[in-house]
């Protein structure tokens, strides 16, 4: 969502890359860089001269401080600031408190509340070990009910199975005297969409909301994240009328500018709790301001990207395969198992964005489709070999390639390709080992070493040395679009 953002915030930040210290005149030019950035981003123009208004006060507040490079300070600065727009820090809700805890989630047509209350269903019961009951309450488009039902169903969660002839009210008391019968923890209720201008649904919303005081009720608008400075409104709106406790950001992967993201806490003083970055069930998280805020600025967000590795991959397959490249033991079986693994945790470009000062280098390669699509094709060739070749690729004769590349609809030449490519990799893997043992990343060719890799601006990449590469360099099988770019 951010990556355009984030280019021009990379853009603004070269004028005051390596000045001896921060002053008016040399950040003049970057704060208007970034004012104009995030005004193309759909930011409140009130939140962004607040923001430019801080940055520029405690940037030549700063003390200069021996051996911090001013730049980097700045940059400091500026995250700071973006996480303190945004929220400062994750908030999510307390579900440890007495009782049941009821959730209305609400918002505009179309804004994914349903699909979002079916991802929030399953979080709770995965992270928190809550018992959840999901309700539809839409009276006014019975196919919301089926729809909320068959998410349900696919995750084996129980549902509420509400009659749509009743009032939401009455369906909300009868769903919580249910899950109080039932032993339920948390209580979600899909309402049905409604604008914001429409007098009569928002008085329906803030009776709900009325009758379920006693339960202490959360109010959860769902935003689209696509819509900007609309989302910001709404919620205002929402939060005027009925007193919303959070707001879920939908879509946040899109390509959408972002303004919703950065200013809608701000404006409408009600905390982001969730985002929803996909159609998956499990394309949901906690927002966090100042990882968010990272990932903007190609700071990184490693901390997300550990959780992501710690729910999707096998710990001990993970470990197990460890061992095997302690012992210099490399198959094209653990290749793809390789492969897998990380394809769990996303695509090639999300992933990079997570690690800091990969975002700059994934423009910089610019569409990475091709690289993704070449990994698939790797997948293929590699599923049409027996467990015996993937164990051990040196008894892949003419005639084993022939059969490999009819099974996988490519080319004897691809899979040579590949073979060749592999074994490149194959012999990487000792000296890989010894460098990690030795407590550094590996020089991986054609991304330079990272042994005690420092960053030095915005968006190095660590292990540079500043100098580029000479042309015609020889590249490594990672060098230049993905494992096996030709």
Excluded at 451 to 470: C, D, H, I, L, Y
């Amino acid at each position: 969502m951010f990556d355009n953002l984030s280019d021009k915030f990379h853009d603004a930040f070269k004028a005051i890359s390596g000045k001896n210290k921060i002053t008016e005149d040399n950040i003049e030019k970057t704060l208007a860089d970034v004012r104009t950035a995030l005004l193309e981003a759909d930011v409140n123009f009130k939140v962004v001269k607040g923001f430019i208004n801080a940055v520029k006060d405690k940037a030549l507040g700063e003390k200069v401080v021996r051996g911090v490079n001013p730049g980097q300070k700045f940059i400091k600065i500026v995250h700071d600031e973006l996480a303190g727009m945004m929220g400062e820090e994750n908030k999510e809700i307390n579900f440890e408190r007495d009782g049941i805890v009821p959730i209305l989630v609400v918002g505009l047509n179309g804004q994914g509340k349903t699909t979002f209350s079916g991802k929030l269903s399953l979080h709770l019961r995965k992270k928190k070990n809550k018992k959840v009951l999901l309700v539809p309450a839409d009276t006014y488009r019975p196919a919301a009910k089926d729809q909320l039902i068959t998410l349900a169903k696919q995750m084996d969660m129980d549902w509420f199975d509400s009659d749509l002839s009743m009032s939401p009210c009455e369906i909300a008391m009868s769903a919580m005297a249910y899950a109080k019968d039932n032993g339920k923890d948390v209580v979600i209720i899909d309402t049905a969409g409604r604008l914001h201008v429409d007098e009569e649904l928002m008085s329906e919303l803030s009776q709900m909301k009325e009758v379920m005081t006693p339960f202490n009720p959360e109010v959860l608008i769902v935003a689209d994240a696509m819509t900007g400075q609309e989302a910001v409104n709404v919620a205002r709106s929402f939060h005027e009328s009925v007193g919303i406790t959070g707001v879920v950001l939908s879509k946040m992967d899109s390509d959408a500018r972002g303004g919703a993201a950065l200013s809608i806490s701000y404006v409408s003083g009600v905390p982001i709790r969730y985002i929803s970055t996909g159609e998956r069930m499990k394309d949901f998280e906690l927002f966090h301001p100042d990882r968010l805020a990272g990932r903007i600025l190609d700071m990184g967000d490693i901390l997300s990207l550990v959780e992501k590795a710690e729910d999707e991959i096998d710990q001990k397959e993970a470990e197990r395969m460890m061992k095997r490249l302690e012992k210099n033991k490399f198959t094209i079986d653990d290749f793809m198992k390789q492969m897998n693994m990380i394809g769990k945790l996303g695509s090639m470009g999300s992933i990079m964005k997570m690690i800091p000062g990969m975002g700059g280098a994934l423009r910089g390669m610019g569409d990475i489709t091709p690289a993704e699509n070449e990994m698939k094709k790797i997948k293929v060739i590699i599923s049409s070999m027996t467990k015996n070749e993937r164990d051990d690729h040196k008894i892949l004769n003419d005639s084993r390639i022939k059969r490999i590349a009819k099974g996988s609809g490519t080319t004897d030449g691809a899979v040579q390709d590949f073979l060749k490519k592999f074994k490149q990799m194959e012999k990487m893997i000792g000296p890989m080992m010894q460098m990690f043992k030795g407590g550094g990343m590996p020089a991986i060719p054609g991304m330079g070493g990272m042994p005690g890799a420092q960053t030095n601006g915005f968006r190095q990449m660590p292990g540079e040395s500043g100098k580029k590469r000479k042309k015609g360099g020889k590249k490594g099988p990672w060098g230049g679009g993905g494992y096996f770019s030709k």
